[in-house]
Structures are given as C-alpha cells and as structure tokens.
C-alpha cells in the first residue's frame, strides 16, 4: 500500500453483521490488511479503521448496522484521521448514495470489493477523495492459503466455496447485492483447506448461498458431491459441514455423501421458508411442500442420525391463516433440530416488494411467537432424546458460561458444554450427555477406554 504511514503498525476494529458469508469476508479482510501492517483490536476507540461489514437480507440488519454507522459520527469528529468504511450488502446496495447520505464515512466497499481494500485506503489517504466499490463484475478471487492469515485459526474455520446466487427467490436481495452464482475452481478450494488442516483446523464449513449447485455450469469442474468426496480425503480434517442447500438442488449423489463419509457430519440446514404451496409458489421457491417431505424422508432413510435444520418466513405477502397453520403442520411433520424463522420484510427491488396482500405487522408477530413456541418445544423434545446418550464432540474452545466449562458440537451440530481441561480444545471426544436445554446440552466426559483424554488428563485437569 502506498498510503502516508505504511511503515506503521496500525490498528483495525471490524464489526460484522449477518450471515457466515460476511464472518468469512471478515476474516479475508484482516488477512488481507494483515499484510498492509494492520493489527485487529477489540476497541473500536483505538481503531485507526473502523470496517462495518454489513448484511441487507432483512431491513431489521440493515438498520442495525446503519444506526451503528450512525453511531460513529461523533468519533470521527473528535479524530479526523480515523477511516470509517462500509463494506457488504448494505454498501452494495446503496453504492456512492451512502457517501452523500453520511458526511463520516470514508469507503464504501462493495460485495466483491474486499481485495480493492488496501488500494481504496491508499487513494483516500493520497487524495483525501472519499472512495466507492461497487463493481459486480470484478472478479475478486479468493486466494488464501490460511498460513498468511494473521490470527491462530481456530479449531473449526470456514471456506467460501461460490458466491452470489442465480434463483432470484421473490423475498430475496442477495442475487442484485452479491451477483449471480460464481463457483471458486476446485483446486484453490482444496488447496486452501489442506492450508488451514496444516494450521491446526480440525473442521472445516463450506459456505455458499447455494452450495449444493456448485460447479454449475462450469466446464471440467466437480460438482458438490466430486468436491466433498475429494476433501474427506484430506488427511487431518476430522469434520466437513456445509451450509446452505436449496432443497430444488439436493442431489440423490449428495445424499449418498451422507452415507459414505465419514468426514461429513450428519447435519443439514435445508430453508424451507414456508408449508404451504401456494406461498412457496408466490416465493417463487421451485418446489413443493410434498417434494420437501420426501427430501427429508430421504435424508433420514440414508442416514438416520441426520439433524435437519431450516429457516422459516412467517407473513409473506397473500399468507393467509390456512397458509401459516401448514407452515405449523410442517413443523410437526418434520420436527426439525432447529430452525432460524423470521417476519417477512420487504426488500427493495425484490420481486416480493411489488406483490399485493400485504400481511399486518402486528398478526406477523403474533405467528411468529406462535411458530417460535412450536419449534422451542420440538427442540427440546429432540434435546432430551439425547439424554443418556453418548456422542462425539469436538471441543471448540471454553464455555460461554465462563468458569471452567468446556464447550463443543455434537456432529449434529448441538452445542454441549462439560467440564474438562483447556487442553482437549481441538480434540473429538466421547462425552455422555446429561442433561437437555431448549438450546445446547450438558455432558460429562466420558474417560474410559480413551487413551487420548486419559493422556490429556494426566497433564492437566481443572474439571472437579
Ligand atoms: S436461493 Fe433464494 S433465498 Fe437463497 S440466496 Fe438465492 S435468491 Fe436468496
């Protein structure tokens, strides 16, 4: 970077709104200013950039992540010299307009902008001209090798695998902020994860906003199951878990993955969004209720260990009482793990927006507390199913519960916490679960037979 101080280590607060795929960004962006000299810190009062990354999906993420620019002004008075820049959606939705819009903001960084970074901080630093990325068609790459990575990875890291999305779901912003569908070639992608196996990742989380269509289109590529068959052979990578799948896109040679590998955890985040056809039909989703039954009876028939989880709107626009009590119905029907629901909310430009039979707010909220009831009750019921049961857990890092708990995930993708030592941190361990809460489970660990926990226990053990 040519900029004024690059011979200064300076300092970086990044805050990250929204989905993986932006954490995922998060993470390139500090590799990327890594090199450029710049440390992260968790003050954003120190920072000499403060980077908001930004998600657009729903409004209520949108106007978070604008009051949290908003709330920057006052600092950027007080310290002329601080840039503040927005990256993500948001910045892509709103382009040059947020610079016109926000007196303080310094960079507005499109979706496919993160590698422009240091070239747009060193223009702005050379000219004092305030910048904007937003070009869709650049192709920005996504070279990483996890060794230049300027923090430890952790045990569990994720790879973005394709970018943008071609289905246009009527509700949906993302393919006019992230571009149509893009698949990274093959041999970067497995290059990458041996890279982050090497630095001690143990699991690895494949990201995409359609996952399993990739390769499409591309010609001599692997399509989603060639890939996932080919990185379980990457030795040292204990866990593969992917997200997400669009239920028109789940193959019978995806499914069988599940069967053969070992690798792959049994768990999948498959949106179903809503159980009636006729809104599934408005959201112009290309399936139906009765197709994603059989995909889910199909899952569990290949392997019947399999945690289903989903995501849910409630009050798209024509949703009548029938269409959200089959929303309900398919709840009981497929008693998902999980399930992350939401009110509709309209998106600016989105097929959706312009659909008649607005549904109320106040009768959104009420089917959503009632929807968020149902699922909270099937939740625990699959929890305290796992009461008396022992499963691997790959132990993640201490428990948010502080002291000297330990937490980690089942294959299912349950979140346990235990007492144990720090030093299991990274390992796969037996733990025998002990008690069920409506989001995580309790365990103690299960020493016999366990040469490994054994010998990590010798050296150390905080647990009584
Ligand atoms: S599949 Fe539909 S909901 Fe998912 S990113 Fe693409 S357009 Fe949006």
């Known amino acids: 970077m040519s900029g004024r101080n690059n011979s200064k280590v300076r300092r970086l607060f990044v805050r990250t709104f929204g989905c993986q795929m932006n954490r995922y960004d998060t993470e390139r962006l500090v590799e990327i200013l890594g090199e450029e000299q710049f440390e992260p810190v968790v003050d954003y009062r120190q920072a000499d950039l403060i980077f908001i990354n930004t998600c657009t999906v729903r409004d209520k993420a949108e106007q ?6 908003g ?17 993500g959606c948001v910045a892509q939705q ?49 070279v990483s090798d996890g060794r230049s990575r300027p923090w430890k990875p952790g045990v569990s890291s994720y790879v973005t695998i394709m970018r943008g999305c071609d289905n246009f779901c009527a509700y949906c912003i993302v393919p006019l902020v992230r571009g ?46 060639g890939l996932l068959r080919r990185l379980a052979q990457v030795e040292g990578l204990v866990r593969i878990r992917f997200t997400t799948s669009h239920p028109k896109d ?134 305290e199913t796992r009461v008396g049961q022992t499963t691997r857990v790959l132990v993640e890092g201490p428990s948010q519960a502080g002291g000297t708990q330990l937490s980690g995930r089942t294959p299912q993708n349950q979140v346990v916490n235990f007492q144990g030592p720090a030093q299991l941190v990274g390992e796969e361990i037996p733990v025998l679960i002990t008690v069920a809460h409506p989001h995580s489970l309790e365990g103690v660990v299960c020493m016999e037979n366990n040469e490994r926990f054994k010998a990590v226990k010798e050296r150390s053990w905080c647990g009584k």
Request: hydrophobic share 35%; aromatic share 6%; proline share 4%.
């Open 250 to 383: 789940l193959s019978p040679s995806l499914m069988g993955c599940f069967a053969d590998l070992e690798s792959l955890c049994p768990h999948i985040h498959l949106p179903v969004q809503s159980g009636s056809d006729r809104i599934l039909q408005r959201m112009k989703r290309g399936y139906t209720r009765d197709h994603y039954l059989r995909l889910t009876t199909e899952l569990r028939k290949t392997r019947e260990d399999v945690a289903v989880s989903s995501d849910m709107i409630v009050g798209f626009p024509g949703e009548s009482e029938e269409d959200f009590r089959q929303s309900l119905s398919l709840l009981e029907e497929v008693r998902f793990e999980s399930l992350f629901s939401f009110k509709y909310s309209d998106r600016p430009q989105t097929a959706a927006s312009r659909l008649d039979g607005k549904v109320e707010e106040e009768v959104k909220l009420q089917r959503l507390r009632e929807l968020q009831r149902l699922q909270e009750r099937i939740t625990l019921e699959k929890n």
């Open 64 to 69: 978070k992540a604008l009051s949290y620019l």
């Open 180 to 225: 149509g569908e893009r698949s990274r070639p093959s041999h970067e992608i497995i290059r990458e994860v041996g890279s982050l196996v090497e630095c001690g990742v143990r699991e690895v989380i494949f990201l995409g906003q359609n996952v399993n269509s990739y390769g499409q289109g591309v010609p001599d590529e692997l399509d989603f199951a």
């Open 71 to 87: 709330r920057l002004k006052g600092l950027k008075r007080r310290r002329p010299e601080l840039v503040v820049a927005m990256g």
């Open 94 to 142: 709103h382009g040059e307009d947020l610079l016109r819009r926000v007196e303080h903001l310094d960079l507005v960084v499109g979706t496919h902008g993160i590698g422009r970074v240091p070239a747009m901080l060193a223009c702005y630093e050379t000219t004092g001209e305030r910048q904007a990325f937003v070009d869709l068609t650049y192709d920005f790459g996504d």
